[in-house]
Each structure stands twice: as C-alpha cells, then as structure tokens.
C-alpha cells in the first residue's frame, strides 16, 4: 500500500526521442489510475518508467515516501503484469507465481501459502502442476495476476494485460480484475488504448497525448467536462461530433447559442445527445440527410448529413428508428450537452 | 506432393535406396571385414557375410593395438578423444553461451564490435592458422596434453552465433518479468535462459562432440606421445605402421570402434536433437 508521485518526469530516448513530457501525478493510496491514449502517446513508457524498466530522464518518482528513481524494479516493491503475460514458459504455475518470493529469500511454507491464496483467489488452483503453454490465454492471464498478487506489492503496474483475450473474456476479466483491486485495496497504474477499459476500470483517468497529460480526472468527469478536443474525441464512443460555431450559427436561432462565448468557434456533440424528442424550451434544433442507418439491436448509429456541414455526423439513439436511408430526420440538442471549444488551442472555452 | 503417382513413386524409392545403399555399403563392409581372421584379406576377394574372429579382432584391437608396430592398444586412444571430445564440446558450449548472453543482454562498449570479431573467427577453421596456433601451443608447453589437444578447438563463433539467435527470440518481457521478480542477470541466466535453452544445447552438443571426436590434423601435429594419441589418428597408425602388411582386420575393428561414440551420441540425444534445430519454445 502506498501513494505513487510523479513529479515533473521526462523520459528522452538516446536519439532524442521525447516519449514523456512533464508529467506531474499524484496518485493516492488504494487507487485505480488508468492511463490511456493513443498508440505512441507515451503511456507504456510511462509506466515503464514507473517499473523502473526504463530510466527516468527527469524528474522525481516517490513511491510511498521513497525516491525510486535509481532503484532496480525488484527493489521498488511493485509487481507488473504483461501484455503478453511474460510468464516462465518452463516453469509450473506454482513456480512461475513462486519465482519472486522465492529471490527474495521467502520460507517455503510462506511461498506455499500465498501462492495457494493466490491461486484461490484467481480459481487457478487445479492448474498449479501445469506449464503456460497447457493453460488457455485466459488461464495465463490469470497466472499473469497471479504472479503479481502472491508478491503483495506496495502498487500494481498493468500494461494491457487484457489486449491478447477476446472481447468476452475482456469483458469478463475487467470485472474481476476490478473487483480484486477493490477488495485490495492495492495502489494501481492500469495502461490501456480501449477507451472504454479506462472508463469502467478507473478511479481517476489520465488521458495521455504525445507524452504529455491532457486531462486528470474520473471518468464522468472527462466524459461531461473534456478540457481539450482531443479527450473530447478520445472518450466516449463513436467519438464526439465536432461542429464549426459558423455551421450552426446559420442553423439555428442566435439567442440558443448566445450563451457561449466569443472565442468557442467549434462546438462539440455527443452522439448519444441529439434526440428524437420533440424539442424543449431554448434546445437546438437539427435536421439532415440520414446517410446511413447501423442498427445494434439496443441502439442504433445514425450517419447523418447537414446541409452547410461536409462531414457525417453520427447520432446514437437508444432504439432503431423506423427511417429509410435518404429520409429527412429533425433532431434536438439541449444546450448543456454543447461542448465549446476555441479552434486554435484545442482547449475548452466554457 | 500431393499427387500419388505410382511411378513417380516407384522412382522416388529406387533413388533413395540407391543412396541409402552407397552410403550404407562401405559402412557394412567395414563392420563385415572387422570380423575376419587376418588370412582371408591376403586372398584380394572381400567376403560379404560376417565371419567368426569378431571378438578375437576387437579384443586384440582394443588391448594390444599393433604393440610391434608401434601403434598403442586403442582402448586408450578412445579415452583420449572421449576426453578431448568432451571438453571441446564443455569448452565450446560453456564459453559460446556465456558470450551470447554478454551480447545480447549487456550494453558495453563496441558490443557490435566484439560481436563481428567472434564472428569473424568463423573464417578462421584451425586448418588456415595451425601454424601459429601450433607455435603457441608449443610456447606455453602445452604439447602432447589434453589441454593442448583441447583448448585452442574451444572458440567458437558458430555456437555463439545460434544461441545469440536464439536469444534474440526470447521475447524481453520474460527478462523484465524476472527484473521485476528480483533476478539478476546472472540468476535470470541460470533459473530462465539455460532451461530454455536446453534444446539447443543438445543440439550443439551433438555436431560439437562429433567436430572434437572427427578432430584428425590438429591432434596428429601436437601430440608425439602415444599416452596422447586419438583415436582417428590410431586409424592412420594401423594402416601405415610399420613395413609389414596392414592387418585389415584390425584396421577395420579399429574404424568400427571410432565411429560408434558418434552414432551413439546422436541416437541417444536424437529428440532433443531435432527440437533442438526445429523448434523455439516460447
């Protein structure tokens, strides 16, 4: 159990590569942090960097009270689990969770009984006589955490660990991963591209752009509240719709747009803010051109066109509309769902 | 080959078993003529079915030799090269291995090129410079021991060579993974790459014992002593020694015996073998 602060840290490759930029993060105790981004945004690097995998250019790391800069891995008193698992391929399951407690000099009857725990805790303890290769990618998955749980470490380091599953037991292992972080109360850093990952699992995001932090906060608060365009368009999916101010200005009453201020000259809607509903006092009102109709069965993408606009806007309603594709449809906005931002610095402007 | 042509299989056949007959033929001889009473070779005609001297010729071979002659009993000579074998192929795999690891794993200084040098030895085979080598030997009085028979075969570039290949497809995160878990490198050496390895060391092991078993110019220049003499140059000393005749029996028992250990090495680790140079376990 401990806090993890970032202060100020950079990592510049030899080359001179600049993979992250200042970052400054003050993680609690007991907390779920998520880092996401786009490929390439520095989020692996930086918790690489946390890991002690890679060095730390500048900055300061603290670890608890402790500046971890210098120290090896092992000595940081963090456990990680790989994209790839990383697990010991001749080795049994019971070595493979045993291995680090085994270096750091622990008695046996101790090993046993964590990895035993461990093994409870993940229900992998029928395949603890088996190597990696005879387990299923779930199973090693499993034995991944497991690997990391046994070490009962000050912080988790997770780096993709669900990106090699299928979608199901994606969805499966979030939960659970989730609900073992919870009952542990453990200190985690979670890395991952799946927007939607980071916004079931995370106490507090940290969306991460070209090696700087874009927005802190918890998921509803990046999801209503995006600083930048780019969390603006990175959480939430299918990505908010991005409308110039002059487009909509045209369209619609001035007075229903006086609230915003000068300088918003883009506006953001999500898709899961146009309504079918007649409109309501001061709401915007919108009709184009459906392109093309996705039904999901719960819900439906509608790719709509506007006239004055040269991009589909898409629609997300919470049925499948009886429309043919090519029909006029009229949508309302209310006028809190409206996302101002200034074109020019990509920044929220209200 | 997807085809089942009865004719082109019947053509297939007839070739592989004329090859396997060429190769196999004078191997049968060898062991056919190694059974014989010296008497029947002075005839000129080759029998083709085992004859009944089979222990008496392998006996003498081993414990009396050509004495006479001046060739030793070659129950030594096979000592010798099971020694010099073995440490070559210890030597070579212990050193080759432990340069990979250097390689791959450690940034140092002209890592790249240390890496070309050892490879570069690769064009150097004890033939082009056994001179010198000879020369040095000699300087440190390493002539007619097994140190001398073994030490300047043990570099390899070869064996280097594979086990940095096949580091490099140890995927990284298996070396983090042990970093985080609170292994050295020299512990991740031994508890993670070594046994992850252990095929291709079979491998190795195989084509390296048979390289030091088959060793025939270097031993018969450096050593003198016949305490010292190997089994492939105790062939040569059959057939030459002395102004008699060559006993073909004992020539013949003497080729046998030589070239068992070989068969029986690449029979006995013929599984790890073939994983070894097939297959990566990752």
């Keep these: ?350 | 080959m997807v085809e089942n042509n009865r004719w082109g299989n019947f053509f297939a056949h007839v070739v592989l078993i004329l090859g396997v007959a060429i190769i196999v033929f004078p191997v049968y001889v060898a062991i056919i003529a190694s059974t014989h009473p010296p008497g029947t070779f002075v005839r000129g005609v080759m029998p083709l079915w085992p004859g009944t001297h089979a222990w008496e010729n392998y006996t003498t071979a081993i414990t009396e030799g050509r004495s006479r002659a001046g060739t030793p009993p070659i129950g030594g000579m096979l000592w010798n090269s099971f020694i010099m074998a073995m440490a070559i192929t210890i030597g070579k795999l212990s050193i080759s291995i432990l340069s990979a690891f250097a390689i791959v794993y450690f940034r140092f200084p002209f890592r790249i090129l240390f890496f070309w040098i050892i490879f570069l030895t690769l064009m150097l085979p004890v033939e082009v410079r056994i001179v010198p080598t000879f020369q040095v030997v000699a300087d440190f009085g390493m002539l007619n021991s097994f140190a001398g028979l073994s030490i300047p075969l043990i570099a390899s570039a070869t064996a280097t060579f594979l086990f940095r290949q096949f580091f490099m497809t140890v995927p990284e995160e298996l070396m983090e993974a042990a970093r985080v878990d609170g292994a050295g490198p020299m512990k991740f050496f031994k508890d993670i790459l070594l046994p992850l390895s252990v095929t291709n060391i079979a491998a190795l092991f195989v084509i390296m014992f048979i390289y030091g078993w088959n060793q025939y110019l270097w031993p018969l220049l450096i050593t003198t002593d016949p305490e010292y003499y190997t089994i492939v140059m105790g062939i040569q000393r059959m057939v030459t020694g002395g102004d008699s005749e060559p006993l073909w029996h004992l020539v013949m028992a003497t080729v046998v015996l030589a070239a068992l250990p070989p068969v029986l090495v690449i029979l006995f680790m013929q599984r790890l073998f073939v994983k070894g140079l097939t297959e990566t376990e990752k």
């Design chain 1, 1 to 350: 159990m401990a806090t993890i602060t970032m202060d100020n840290l950079c990592k510049v490759y030899t080359g001179g590569v600049q993979a992250v930029t200042g970052v400054n993060l003050d993680i609690a105790d007991g907390e779920m942090i998520v880092l996401v981004g786009p490929s390439g945004c520095g989020k692996s690097t930086l918790l690489r960097m946390v890991a002690g995998l890679e060095t730390i250019t500048d900055g300061t790391l603290k670890i608890g009270e402790r500046v971890v800069n210098a120290l090896e891995p092992a000595e940081r008193d963090i456990a990680m689990v790989f994209q790839n698992y990383a697990l010991y391929p001749h080795m049994t399951v019971f070595n493979n969770l045993a291995y680090g407690l085994k270096n750091r000099g622990f008695k046996k009857a101790e090993i046993d009984r964590r990895v035993r725990e461990a093994a409870q805790m993940l229900e992998i303890g029928q395949f603890l006589d088996r190597k990696p290769r005879q387990l299923s990618g779930g199973q090693r998955q499993r034995v991944a955490m497991g690997r990391a749980l046994v070490r009962e470490p000050a912080a988790f380091l997770f780096d993709e660990p669900l990106s090699n599953l299928d979608a199901k037991l994606r969805v499966q292992m979030r939960v659970e991963i989730r609900q073992l972080q919870r009952r542990l109360g453990t200190t985690s850093l979670y890395v991952t591209h799946d927007q939607l990952e980071a916004m079931t699992m995370a106490d507090r995001l940290v969306v991460l752009n070209g090696g700087v932090i874009e927005q802190v906060g918890t998921p509803m608060d990046l999801y209503s509240h995006p600083e930048t365009t780019f969390v603006a368009g990175f959480i939430g999916s299918p990505a908010m719709n991005m409308l110039p101010a002059d487009f909509l200005r045209a369209k619609v009453a001035a007075e229903e747009l006086a609230h915003l201020p000068a300088k918003a000259d883009l506006i953001g809607i999500r898709p899961e803010d146009f309504s079918t509903a007649p409109p309501g006092e001061g709401d915007l009102v919108l009709s184009g051109q459906l392109l093309l109709l996705e039904p999901a069965g719960a819900e439906s993408h509608l790719h709509m066109r506007f006239e004055g606009f040269d991009k589909n806007v898409v629609v997300r309603l919470s049925h499948v509309p009886a429309a043919e594709e090519g029909q006029d449809l009229t949508f309302s906005v209310r006028r809190a769902a409206l996302h101002p931002f200034d074109l020019e610095s990509g920044q929220r402007v209200a």
